[in-house]
């Protein structure tokens, strides 16, 4: 039997190592083509996810809350009732009675005398009558002095618009139907039609930007807010924008988010994903900043007195495309990354103390995060130069480590920007309905209202009845106490 030359067996070895590699690839190119887009993973380990002794070493823990608030266990053999859901107590009720069979079929088959009223069943039905719209005709007497020389009247209502001869109702409408329900004027207009209503695309344009002129000094309250906090969320997002010199084509804009931790969040617009937008907007800002790994932010992380970390979420999305090709190590990157929010999740579920969070995250998180980076760096060293999504997400990690540990030093704080990204979902899915924002004076009102539209949805809050009472209310209330104004304050005095 002949022995193979060195070189042979050398050759060899190098071929299977390159169709692994191409394999690899081939699976990860299957996966952009066909694959679902999701973060979940495609195979979950029975065991991942399991840190013993943790929930109770948390619960032993000082918890801040008070008795009445903790969340009280169901009983035994209790839970969610089956069957429909009952109706909105707070829908008014119209009460209808069927009428009684003939009398013909009230008279007993058996008997032969008639039956008598036994019991009265009822049903709650839910129903909808159509938009009512109308036309207030609104007089106002003008009074004159004897000789003409001056005029006096009383001013139009608060919610009117008498140039435009339209209710800021019907302004709250168009603004929720095309920045909460992300409708296009043009389909608007056709709506409107259908009520008898004629409206123009162009006239819709041109109350919303009267309507933005009367909200700015709410929006810049807002913005003001968010930038007081200490710890703040930034994310960007390209937007279609047309473009003005050449007709029919786009070109990209951006919406940047900034979320306060337990706050408001605001957008703001810009012509491009340059860093020159957040350098203005945070000129003066000194706190945590937590962004995903970008480094287009104008040199905003790098400033005295901002702290800055990245988002452990961001970091873990490269391992899934590397698991999803194959490729064994990724899993282990991802059991350990998913027992870091799990942590995170159990301490927000007892609402743990600032000191607590750092105890528990000192005991239990950055052990893994350790053997997270030790496990990438020895990887770095043997297999960095595979062509494969395995050594991306590596440089991903180590070139972040950083930004990375610095989430778990301080509370109370998140490891993840997924609140940030939250905000601006609504958005990226409603721009498969209107595609692109028609011209840049629009970009600023876009992010006004989208910033007014999240904050109510966040709250809670429906749009619709916010807008039309703060458009009635804007223009007579006083300056300086604009910021009662905002959805978050506007809510409260609601509930108070």
Known sequence: MTVPAPQIIEENQRLKSEVKVLSLRVKALEKELYGRRSDKRPEEDPAQGKLEGIEEEASRWEIEQTKESRPKRKAAGTGKKKGPKPLNPNLARVTESVPDPDLKKLICPVTGKMMKPAFTEKIEVLARKPAEWYVRVITRTVYASPGGDAVSYSPWPANVLPKGRIDVSVIANILTGRFADHQPYHRQCGQFARQGISFAPNTLVSLVRQACEKLDPIYRAIIAETLATNYLMMDPTPVP?????????????CLWTYRALDGPVFFEFAEGKHGTTPAKTLENYQGILQTDGANNFGGVPARPGVIHVNCWSHGRRYFIPAAEAGEPEANVYLDEIDRLFRIERLARHFKLRPRNLLKLRARRSQPLVDSIFARARTYAETELMKKTAMPKAINYLLAREEELRECFLHAPSRIDNNLAENALRPIKLGAKNWLFIGHPNAGPRAALMFTLIENCRMLGINPETYLTDVLTRVDDHPASRIDELTPHNWAKSKNS
Request: hydrophobic share 15%; aromatic share 0%.
């Open 241 to 253: 924008l047309m473009s003005p010199q050449k007709k029919g084509s786009t070109k990209e804009g």
